[in-house]
């Protein structure tokens, strides 16, 4: 009788033992924000930067950096292509 209440004491203890353990749960550290370009309104290509107007060359390709939308003033910008005429 000893023997079985030492076992049922000890599988008691042992399941409470596990239900007080906190798992443990790792969360990803911090994003890291520039704000120093927050809000510039850039496109992009090759990870470089350019600003509205700039113009660069891909294969024979003239690409310009416009803004998305005519009627925005902050809105996004993309490249679009550009018609190149020949003056001969």
Known sequence: ????????????????????????????????????????????????AYTIGAVIQVSDILLECVAEKSFETNGALKWVKLDVKNEQ
């Open 1 to 48: 009788m000893k023997f079985l209440n030492k076992i049922i004491l000890f599988t008691g203890i042992s399941l409470c033992t596990n239900a007080v353990q906190a798992k443990t749960v790792s969360t990803p550290s911090a994003a890291l924000i520039i704000t120093e370009e927050l809000g510039q309104r850039v496109c992009y290509f090759e990870d470089k």
